[in-house]
């Protein structure tokens, strides 16, 4: 009995496109499409789009001369803001690319969203309003120390055109990021860092005028740390919890009048020098990971450019987007005075 059938490439991929467009509000069923079993028979694929049905037995031998048993392997899957799928496969990859850029990947398409219990669903763009509705979020409302986060910080602010626009940006994301202002610059800012507390994000120290904490006379250094402090305190009622020594410069003297968790950094977009959005975006997207404290600077346009394109990207990774306070209360418990903190991941 002949065990094996080829199909030609159009029957084929009509058929799996008809069925994936059936299936693109159900993403976690895709096993169930893409592995069928029928009639005692396994589906395997090859790289250049034929398709073989062999015995289960044989699937070993198969893999072994270069098919592959999941589509995804021997093709790429790509998809549209509204979920529509197609599936290419490899060997044809570079030149449908070149003439169609609707198709994107999954993770540029889509976004994870919470219910009240925590549980994440992924959502096509298209359809977030509607899981609004549902009573979904954007954002996680209780964190799991064990859920994938990363601290996103910005220094040298408060701007008064660039901070306005990154809290629209964090609003409309439901995204929590920590803001080290200065308070020679918050003095006359006080309404940009209210506004920051109540969405959901920190405002931690920077230092009144940004000078090298470690150089510094005993009551330079204490006026420093403590004018900002009551600054911050009186704009958003609650005093800084971390604070950010200027240029990273820190010593035992600093920890010990510091009265907060002494932040530093893991990723250094070094924004300030590129001012490139574009730069920025790929430096975040290829360095930040889990438990990540990312350091920008909201003063640039191009920072704030930036991150209107990394936040969305990140949560459609599965990161929750948290302040330093969260980050480290959630997995160490509590933020200590004078400890130095550059990334915090699970342990
Ligand atoms: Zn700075």
Redesign the pocket.
């Known amino acids: 009995m002949e065990k094996k059938f080829f199909y030609g490439l159009t029957i084929i991929l009509t058929a799996i496109l008809v069925t994936l467009g059936l299936v693109h509000h159900h993403l976690d069923k895709k096993a169930e499409v893409y592995a069928p079993v029928n009639d005692g028979y396994v589906t395997m694929y090859s790289s250049d789009g034929r398709l073989c049905r062999v015995y289960p037995d044989e699937v070993e031998t198969y893999k072994s001369l270069g098919w592959y048993d999941k589509i995804e392997d021997a093709a790429t899957l790509k998809y549209t803001d509204s979920g529509e799928c197609i599936v290419v496969f490899k060997d044809d990859t570079d030149s449908f690319f070149k003439t169609d850029s609707k198709w994107k990947d999954l993770y540029d398409v889509s976004t994870l969203m919470y219910d009240a219990n925590g549980d994440n669903t992924r959502v096509f763009l298209a359809d977030v309003d509607e899981y609004l509705q549902k009573g979904y979020f954007k954002a996680p409302q209780t964190l799991d120390p064990n859920m994938p986060m990363i601290a996103i910080t910005f ?2 602010g408060p701007s008064k055109e660039q901070t306005p626009r990154l809290l629209d940006i964090c609003e409309k994301y439901g995204a929590h990021v920590t803001f ?1 202002v ?1 308070g020679s610059r918050a003095e006359g800012n006080k309404d940009i860092l209210s506004r920051a507390a109540q969405i959901g994000c920190e405002v931690g120290s ?1 230092t009144y005028s ?1 000078k090298q904490l470690t150089n510094l006379a005993p009551d330079v250094l204490d006026n420093e740390i403590s004018s900002t402090r009551d600054i911050i305190t009186e704009a958003t009622g609650k005093p800084p919890r971390a604070l ?1 020594p ?2 990273g410069a820190y010593n035992t003297v600093v920890s010990e009048k510091a009265k907060a968790g002494i932040t530093l950094w893991s990723v250094d977009t070094q924004d300030w020098k590129s001012g490139n959005a574009d730069k920025i975006v790929e430096h975040v997207l290829s360095h930040a990971h889990d438990g990540d404290i990312v350091l920008l ?1 909201d003063i640039y346009a191009a920072s704030v450019d930036a991150a209107d394109r990394f936040i969305p990207a990140l949560q459609s990774r599965g990161y929750a987007l948290v302040t330093v306070e969260e980050l480290i209360t959630s997995r160490r418990g509590s933020m200590e005075n004078g400890t130095a903190y550059y990334s915090v991941p699970n342990k």
């Open positions: 220094d040298d080290f200065l920077h940004h950010r200027p240029y600077h």
